[in-house]
């Protein structure tokens, strides 16, 4: 069973630019979540999706970042303008419906200068 | 609200020597327990889970044990390897399924 996929692995970008990275969950798995890993520190969640509908997206800075699952497979997150902060690791993790074990793929580390 | 307490890092030991990470957690509800792991440059990897009082996890030589009367879910090896050398994080899951986490604790095995 293919493992949870990220892309890119690396990116570095000037602050005010715009990045997007792109996750595709295991298969069959509704459920979808996208963390910032900054280092040092443990996962924060940003959002979860079910299917392509967002349960929770509270920690999500609005402003500059967005989060879409269209049809409930791929998902893509973007920043826009980023910030020296926003450097971390983006991390997407998928659990099948109902499911409390979450699977995560390799994630995005994002350099911002 | 929930939360979990992990020993602060780095840890640093010789190749076969003994491993706890200590882990407390505060919950409202019975939540279940996560060990997971990091190796360098690569994503989160679940290590163990336990998901009622007294239940022991178990996977690639590591144990924890859920203790309800300590609030605690250490994670133990009883020897550890190079290989282990990775950065381990605690995690509880609550009534709606959100991993909370701890901030995790740096393992480096010198041989």
């Known amino acids: 069973e293919a493992g949870v996929a990220q892309s890119p692995r690396y990116k570095i970008i000037e602050k005010r630019q715009s990045v997007a990275f792109w996750c595709n969950p295991i298969s069959g798995h509704a459920t979808l979540y996208w963390y910032q890993q900054i280092l040092g520190q443990g996962p924060k969640l940003l959002i979860q999706?079910?299917?392509?509908?967002?349960?929770?997206d509270s920690q999500l800075p609005k402003d500059r970042f967005s989060a879409e699952r269209l049809k409930g497979v791929d998902s893509t997150l973007k920043i826009q303008p980023a910030k020296l902060e926003d450097s971390a690791v983006y991390l997407c993790a998928s659990s099948s419906r109902g499911a409390n074990i979450q699977y995560f793929g390799a994630g995005t580390r994002l350099s911002v200068l | 609200g929930d939360s979990v307490t992990q020993m602060e890092g780095p840890v640093t030991l010789s190749e076969e020597a003994f491993l706890t990470i200590n882990c407390t957690y505060t919950?409202?509800?019975?939540?279940?327990l996560f060990w997971y792991v990091q190796y360098p440059g690569e994503g989160l990897q679940l290590l163990l889970k336990?998901?009622?009082a007294d239940d022991k996890g178990s996977n690639k030589g590591f144990e924890a044990t859920y203790r309800k009367e300590t609030t605690s879910f250490h994670l133990e090896k009883g020897s550890v390897q190079v290989s282990d050398s990775a950065v381990y994080f605690c995690a509880l899951s609550d009534y709606d399924r959100k991993l909370i986490w701890g901030l995790g604790t740096s393992l480096a095995v010198n041989p």
């Open positions: 919950a409202t509800g019975y939540p279940s």
């Open positions: 336990a998901t009622k």
């Open positions: 999706f079910q299917n392509n509908g967002v349960v929770d």
